[in-house]
């Protein structure tokens, strides 16, 4: 049985094999006829003609035909049918791929073991094969033969078991010291079949790959041209075409600082003194609109959520163009007869081309300069009157909690006090704290995502996954999410876990408790 302490793509834990606890991820040793595993003897996979050197039953194999990719069809069919028919209870098995989709799959669809076994003959059979067995089975181990120039990017797409080499032992123990994304990126490069991975899970298969990543925590470097397609950003980029709301028609493009969040640089001080200074209440109604690669846009009301560094060269390449140009297009959309107002550097205009909006370009050579500040004071004194009342002082805090829990969590009066962690007030209690998030303190509150069942019991400690009754698939490690207990909240934590694997891993911790309500 599988306890995750760890997930971050790769999974640091332990697994219960023969009554003895093994840390995962680990190494395998492979003898002539047997495997050890952490000092565990377990049985070596060897094909169907072999099976009654299978084990001893109670860990045996799944005894297989072998095939290699490449085999013509005719035969590949036979030998997967008779696989089809193999079939059958053990704890190992040897996954044998074709190369045929169709044909794998069908043999795929009827495993059910505690490890399964691949061999790195190709990159993208292989990461078919793997994901579509770890979404069935999030608790089995996997092992992969591979070498150590593609075991830091295969422990980071989840395998959990690797041969036992010197060369691998030191991979994987400076894996486990970096453990980041840019850390991967940079050994993806060190050979092909390493970067043909590397390719693959961000680009085939990020969205099978992106649920296992955990909410960034610490700042994230977007150091290679990889990192511009990490699952996580591209998440962001769907979440915000599909669900961000903006709060009126009159938009504010404004560019990136490298001070986060944005709004404590001083450029963006400047931004805002102005704006305010010029709409006074109607700022609350304004829509401003950060412009940044690799995010492509980021909305000011969400702009904590965001912590990161990139290279800056002054120059933006056509697939960031591209993204910041998709998600504006989306967000612009989604109001009547919108007015852009582009207070942007001249290197980042090539992103508002084309779009469906009156567009005014306030600024004339640097968006601080004297003549871009004046433009842009002039431009917000002629739309301000075009400006809705705002409904709420605290709009943004109220846009910023529908985006996390799908609902305004808040009462209808609030207010807010605090410099660096914020706290919300109602009628003088405490509702909530705004850090990485929102972080509610009090239990009235109602949410659609974010949440986790519980079966019906006395929350006494931290929630573990055996009293996990449903979880919202979009919680990821790391994310503040409420507990609820027959519809009631019954306390609020951080979700060690993503959402997906609280619901099928019976042991282990789910969600570390923060507060608990009575």
Not at 16 to 33: F, M, S, T
Not at 38 to 44: A, I, N, S
Not at 377 to 399: A, F, H, N, Q
């Amino acid at each position: 049985m599988l306890e995750i302490t760890e997930i971050n793509g790769y999974r640091i834990g332990s697994y219960i094999i023969k009554d003895q606890e093994v840390g995962v991820p680990c190494l395998l040793e492979l003898h002539k006829d047997h495997m050890e595993m952490d000092g565990v003897r377990l049985p070596k996979p060897l094909s169907y003609p072999f099976r009654d050197m299978m084990g001893d039953g109670e860990h045996g194999i799944v005894p297989l035909l072998r095939i290699s990719k490449g085999a013509p069809l005719n035969m590949a069919k036979k030998i997967q049918t008779r696989n089809k028919e193999l079939n059958g209870s053990g704890d190992i098995v040897p996954v044998f791929l074709s190369g045929y989709a169709e044909l794998d799959d069908e043999v795929i669809e009827g495993l059910d073991a505690k490890i399964y076994m691949f061999d790195l003959e190709d990159e993208r059979t292989l990461l078919n094969a793997y994901f579509r067995i770890r979404k069935r089975h999030p608790e089995a181990l996997c092992f992969c033969n591979c070498g150590p120039d593609e075991l830091p990017v295969l422990a980071y797409a989840g395998f959990d078991i690797f041969p036992e080499t010197e060369e691998n032992k030191a991979a994987l123990e400076r894996l486990m010291l970096e453990r980041s994304p840019q850390y991967i990126e940079m050994m993806a490069c060190s050979s092909i079949r390493s970067k043909t991975l590397l390719d693959l899970l961000y680009h085939a298969h990020w969205a099978e790959f992106e649920p296992f990543l955990a909410t960034p925590r610490n700042r994230e470097l977007y150091i290679s041209r990889d990192a511009f397609w990490r699952p996580n950003t591209q998440k962001w980029v769907e979440d915000i075409k599909e669900g961000y709301m903006p709060q009126s028609n009159v938009f504010l493009l404004l560019p990136c600082s490298s001070r986060k969040p944005y709004s404590s640089s001083q450029s963006h001080r400047s931004f805002i003194s102005l704006t305010r200074s010029v709409l006074g209440k109607g700022y609350a109604s304004l829509c401003q609109l950060i412009i940044t690669s690799p995010y492509g846009v980021v909305p000011r009301d969400l702009e904590s959520l965001i912590d990161y560094d990139i290279v800056v060269t002054g120059k933006w390449l056509p697939e960031e163009i591209s993204r910041s140009r998709d998600v504006l297009s989306s967000i612009i959309s989604k109001t009547d007869n919108p007015v852009v107002i582009a207070h942007l550097p001249e290197n980042e205009l090539e992103t508002i081309k084309e779009l469906e909006a009156d567009v005014i370009v306030t600024t004339r050579g640097h968006p601080l300069s004297e003549e871009s500040m004046r433009n842009l004071k002039e431009t917000l004194e002629s739309v301000k009157g075009d400006l809705p009342p705002p409904k709420d002082r605290y709009g943004d805090i109220r846009r910023f909690s529908e985006h996390i829990y799908g609902k305004d969590i808040f009462p209808e009066s609030i207010y807010v006090k605090g410099k660096g962690i914020r706290q919300v007030f109602s009628e003088g209690v405490p509702f909530a704290s705004l850090i990485w998030g929102i972080r509610p303190t009090n239990g009235d509150i109602e949410v659609s995502k974010k949440y986790v069942d519980i079966e019906n019991f006395e929350l006494k400690g931290d929630l573990f996954c055996v009293g996990v009754r449903e979880a919202e698939d979009g919680i990821r490690a790391g994310d503040e999410v409420v507990i609820r207990n027959d519809g009631k909240t019954v306390a609020v934590g951080t979700a060690v876990l993503p959402g997906c694997m609280m619901k099928k891993i019976r042991k282990g911790k789910a969600v570390k408790i923060r507060k608990r309500f009575h």
